[in-house]
Each structure stands twice: as C-alpha cells, then as structure tokens.
C-alpha cells in the first residue's frame, strides 16, 4: 500500500512538471536571435565609449531591446521574458537618456553599463536557450 502511495505521489508530481513546461513558453529562434543580437551589440559597442560613434550604438541597442519587448510580449505563457526584457529596457532607456541629456557621459560610465547590459543579455540567453523545445 505505502509502494502504491509513493507511486501515486511521484506520478503526480511528474505531471505538475509537465504541466507547469507544458503552459510556460516555448523556445522561440527569433526569440533567442534577438537577445544574442543585443549581447553582441554590447560587447562590441563598449570599444566605441568616448568617441562620436558611441551614440549610433546606443539607439541601437535601445532599439533592440523594444524590438525583444514588444516580440516577447506577443508570446503567450512568456512572463518571465517578459520581465527581464522590461528590466532590459530600463538599462537601456537610461544610457540613451543619459546621451541625449545635457551633461557629458564619461568613457567609465558608457563601458560600465554596456557591461551590465551584456552581462544581462548573457543571462537572459540561457534562460530563453532552456525553455522547453
């Protein structure tokens, strides 16, 4: 009776996993296409800080996360995507608010925060690299 117990109980909590993998979302190419674009983007526009070119780099890559938002936004069961592209933004919209202000934007700061970008885009690909397929 307590095999039969234990058996029933393991059964049960496999179909919880199944369920909860089944109603999160899938992996998505386009998904992951985009948050690599933006770790790759990062990595690169990090060696541009204190020159003029730095700004195309910035809106670019603020335009890739909206781009990651708004696509993410559209998959459903996608919350937790969902959430670290909303972060995503935050950090973005702040260098690119920072570059359109009226203050200089120092070379330490432009790298420190392509670092913080980058190193979110990194993590946000493995999380978006594990989903289910």
Do not use: W
């Amino acid at each position: 009776m307590k095999k039969l117990l234990l058996v029933a109980l393991l059964a049960s909590l496999n179909g919880c996993v199944l369920l909860e993998a089944y109603q999160m979302a899938h992996f998505d190419n386009n998904e992951y296409m985009l948050i690599n674009g933006i770790h790759t983007q990062a990595a690169v526009a990090a060696s541009k800080c204190g020159t003029f070119e730095v700004t195309n780099a910035v809106d670019s890559i603020y335009f890739s996360s909206l781009e990651l938002k708004n696509y993410a936004a559209s998959i459903p069961h996608n919350e937790a995507t969902i959430k670290m592209t909303d972060e995503l933004v935050v950090i973005t919209k702040e260098l690119s608010d920072k570059y359109y202000g009226t203050e200089e934007v120092s070379a330490t700061y432009c790298k420190l925060k392509f670092s913080t970008i980058e190193k979110n885009a990194i993590t946000m690909q493995k999380v978006i690299g594990d989903k289910p397929r």
